[in-house]
């Protein structure tokens, strides 16, 4: 069996038999990584915490035919800043969520790595404003696999270029007077939210932190992303229902 | 391909965790070969396991008395309750020998991932169990995994404004293992819950 050595962000961990765990991965290379870490769940396991989900490790896997298995794990970062509280691992399950379900095996998926890692550094010292890092996570991971929602010109007609304040979910961007009645389902939008949406979308790490917007508006353009994502995901994100807890 | 009786048994047997179509055959035969009496005294012990046991009315034990040996003892201390993820953590911790107050079992952990939230553990049957003064400390004994630990954050935001303390196992350093082995959030924890000796 050839050994291969990657980086990778583990996303999520599934129980199998006894003692072991199939560990779900992103890597810039090769996409998503399904492997099996072998007696992780016993104390004495070699691997002990460093295969957690969140957990940003250098790894050595054995190919397999159908799921490889973890050799060697050491961690680069752990992020046991949005492991220990509660808030930051709310929002930080969203993106795991999204990366894991955007993410195919054996696929370059460079952008929604280092996507996902940014955001993942910028979460752990983000002590507000975490629902707004969420949109912006949604809205560019959204971007990276083809769904930029479209607030230049008329999301339904493409033709007008000023749109209105009502957001379609379904045409993926915002409509004009016009196209009012071709999406009854649309999302209304404050005035605030719309004028800060360009912002939101266009944000980087380095940035997103200087964005001037009220809590109110923050987590409606999260409510607007987090539809949008799932619309596009074809089914709802388990992990936002629990972001009141 | 079998005869009804034993292809009947094979896909019975197959339903259970870690058992596939090869080992399920393996066991129907093994079956047959037995004594009636052997087969006989296996079908009992599952229609009697079905039938008896249920769950403990208060800690959600698994039982066959009207209330779990944990709970129905006058002996123990009314005034800790330990919260595991399983009933069958209880047992792990019994085996410790060190502790001896009552227990409360939650069903599972939270998981954002997978959708689990509070609504779908025992978390209100827990706090009823707090509304006399009695309970004066919960032990949070949830794996020590991303799941356990965002429960016990969980309860410990909800338990603690009612004047309870919550306290959450140790995490740290197996016996017996290597030092060169720990990975750092595992040795981090045991030198920030490090002890006087």
New interface residues.
């Given amino acids: 069996m050839p050994l291969y050595k990657t980086k990778g962000i583990a996303l999520?961990?599934y129980k199998l038999?006894?003692a072991d765990k199939i560990i779900v991965l992103i890597s810039p290379e090769r996409g998503k990584i399904r492997a099996v870490a072998k007696g992780v769940r016993k104390?004495?396991s070699?691997?002990?915490?460093?295969l957690?989900?969140?957990t940003f490790i250098d790894l050595m896997l054995y190919e397999g035919k159908n799921l490889d298995i973890v050799n060697q794990a050491e961690?680069i970062d752990?992020f046991?800043e949005i492991?220990?509280?509660?808030n930051k691992?709310?929002y930080g399950?969203?993106m795991?969520?999204l990366a894991?379900k955007v993410s195919q095996e054996n696929e370059d998926s460079r952008q929604v790595f280092l996507l996902l890692l940014n955001a993942l550094k910028e979460l752990k010292t983000s002590d507000e404003k975490q629902a707004l890092l969420l949109a912006i996570f949604e809205l560019k991971l959204m971007s990276v696999i083809g769904f930029s929602p479209h607030i230049d010109q008329c999301a339904a007609c493409g033709v007008n270029t000023k749109p209105g304040n009502l957001f379609s979910i379904k045409y993926g961007g915002l409509l004009c007077a016009g196209c009012i009645d071709r999406d009854p389902a649309a999302i209304p939008l404050s005035n605030e939210s719309l004028n800060r949406l360009p912002e939101v979308i266009k944000a980087t790490s380095h940035s997103w932190k200087d964005l001037d917007i009220s809590e109110k508006s923050e987590n409606d353009i999260l409510k607007l992303a987090d539809a949008f994502a799932a619309y596009h995901m074809d089914r709802p994100i388990?992990?936002s229902?629990?972001l009141n807890? | 391909m079998y005869a009804t009786p034993v292809s009947n048994l094979i896909d019975e047997l197959s339903k259970m965790p870690g058992i596939g179509p090869k080992s399920a055959q393996r066991l129907a035969f093994y079956l047959l070969k037995a004594s009636q009496e052997d087969a006989q005294k296996l079908a009992e012990a599952i229609v009697h396991l079905k039938e008896t046991v249920k769950f403990c009315p208060v800690c959600y034990n698994v039982t066959d008395e009207p209330e779990c040996e944990f709970c129905a003892d006058t002996h123990r201390d009314d005034t800790i309750i330990c919260v595991v993820e399983e009933a069958n953590d209880i047992v792990s911790m019994e085996k410790t020998g060190e502790y001896r107050g009552r227990y409360h079992v939650l069903g599972g952990a939270i998981s954002p991932i997978d959708g689990i939230g509070p609504d779908d553990l025992r978390i209100k049957e827990l706090l009823k169990r707090l509304e006399g003064d009695e309970v004066a400390e919960i032990i949070v004994a949830t794996n020590p995994n991303i799941e356990g630990e965002a429960t016990g954050m969980y309860l410990a935001k909800l338990i603690k404004p009612l004047g309870v303390t919550v306290t959450r196992l140790a995490s740290g350093l197996p016996i017996g293992g290597d030092l060169e082995y720990a990975d750092e959030v595992t040795l981090g924890s045991a030198l920030k819950g490090r002890r006087e000796i």
């Fill in positions: 999520n961990t038999g006894e104390t004495k070699k691997f002990g915490s460093r957690e989900p969140f961690i752990s046991k492991r220990a509280d509660l691992l709310k399950s969203v795991l969520e894991d388990k992990s229902k629990l807890i």
